[in-house]
């Protein structure tokens, strides 16, 4: 059983910052990979980027691709999410997950799910 807690949405201005974290707790926490997820009203939910066990490959969207990084402490027990360019087409709640998935996209292969955490870009 794992434990996701994010933090650290907010409002920001476009072309402004946030760092997303997710707290990662409980039994075999070296075991997964961890996605990051974001769902906008009335839209899909879109994968954001993912972070392997391993903590060293790394996917992105297209759409983040350049602006948005994901991180790991060695203990990996944190993962972060660094927001930068924002644009208003970010705002979403920004979920993070835990699982084992083949496709890192594939949110169906994610077993564990914070709560959420909510970013708005706006002007």
């Known amino acids: 059983q794992l434990q996701l807690v994010e933090s650290g949405g907010g409002l920001v201005q476009p072309g402004g910052s946030l760092r997303l974290s997710c707290a990662v707790s409980g039994s075999a926490v070296n075991y997964y990979d961890i996605g990051w997820f974001r769902q906008a009203p009335g839209k899909e939910r879109e994968a954001v980027s993912c972070i392997r066990r391993s903590g060293n490959i790394t996917y992105y969207a297209d759409s983040v691709k350049g602006r948005f990084t994901i991180s790991r402490t060695d203990s990996r027990d944190w993962v972060y999410l660094q927001l930068n360019s924002l644009k208003p087409e970010d705002t979403a709640i920004y979920y993070c997950?835990?699982?084992?998935?083949?496709?890192?996209?594939?949110?169906?292969?994610?077993?564990?799910w914070g709560q959420g955490t909510q970013v708005a870009v706006s002007s």
């Open positions: 997950a835990a699982g084992r998935p083949i496709l890192w996209t594939d949110s169906t292969r994610y077993n564990y």
